[in-house]
């Protein structure tokens, strides 16, 4: 038991040290609106403050290799578990590929894969076996990918870089991504491409988010109130705060943002799954699925 606190500890420390933030303690949720927040107190949260997605619209101004080797050598800085790193990172710069590949377009494109091909390898060349074929490793290595990407982003920004992370590989026929790159039939999955490049414009504000009710719990897990809950709807409803994807939900007959989200932009999910999804076949063929 000793042990296994020992390695939480030590994954914990990790994960905070490999982004250099700590972040301190916060208001309770029960003691009532939230304390007015300070400016941040050194450069590595000046830029996490400053994250923000450019949603496909980038030059085609290339980036210098020098950079691109910057934010590869940071992302593999980030925590992940054992020091695995079950993840691959696939670089393309040709704008036509990425785009075959994601649907967008930039100066490069980083592509995240949850990836146990060298760990099998390496496992082969010294007479092991070791099967990652269970929905736990695609868990445990789908958290260190997604620390990795973030990791990447984090960079890119304080190099004056901005970025879109994106699932657009997901979409439409998903087979293409192992196609156009190559990818192992099993035990690699692309989970997230970040797009990275120059906007074509500067946005005009940043994307707000929520940041109490609802997301932070403390000590343990908070169901919102009816009345929290209309709070949450206020402040998507909100335009100064920038939370909502768009502003024209009012136009289109909604009362609440929150209605044009699920009837408009979620409506797929407006009834539970009923069938096998190209997600799970892929997965499957992946060899993630347990028998």
Not at 16 to 21: A, H, R, T, Y
Not at 77 to 98: L, P
Request: charged share 20%; hydrophobic share 35%; net charge positive.
């Amino acid at each position: 038991m000793r042990n296994q606190k020992n390695r939480r500890d030590f994954l914990k420390n990790s994960a905070m040290l490999s982004s250099g933030v700590i972040l301190g303690q916060a208001h309770s949720l029960h003691a009532g609106p939230p304390k007015k927040t300070t400016a941040p107190a050194n450069e590595t949260l000046t830029t996490l403050h400053k994250l923000r997605t450019i949603h496909g619209n980038f030059t085609d101004q290339a980036i210098p290799d020098d950079q691109i080797e910057q934010i590869l050598q940071a992302s593999i800085r980030a925590a992940n578990s054992s020091n695995m790193q079950t993840y691959s990172i696939v670089v393309v710069k040709d704008r036509e590929k990425m785009k075959r590949v994601c649907q967008y377009q930039g100066g490069c494109m980083l592509l995240y894969c949850v990836d146990y091909n060298r760990i099998k390898a390496s496992a082969a060349s010294l007479g092991h076996t070791y099967y990652p074929d269970s929905i736990g490793s695609l868990v445990v290595a789908g958290i260190n990918t997604a620390f990795a990407a973030q990791t990447a982003v984090i960079a890119a920004r304080s190099l004056g870089l901005d970025c879109l992370t994106t699932n657009g590989i997901h979409r439409g026929n998903m087979q293409r991504v192992w196609e156009i790159l190559d990818l192992p039939k099993e035990h690699c999955f692309p989970l997230i491409a970040v797009v990275i490049g120059y906007p074509t414009q500067e946005p005009d504000h940043l994307r707000g988010r929520l940041s109490d009710v609802g997301v932070i719990h403390r000590e343990s897990y908070h169901q919102p109130t009816p009345e929290e809950l209309e709070t949450v709807t206020r402040q998507y409803d909100n335009k100064e705060k920038h939370i909502a994807l768009n502003d024209s939900w009012g136009q289109q007959g909604h009362k609440h943002y929150l209605d044009w989200l699920f009837k408009v932009w979620l409506k797929g999910a407006a009834k539970p799954t009923e069938k096998e999804t190209q997600m799970l076949r892929m997965l499957k063929q992946c060899g993630f699925v347990e028998a």
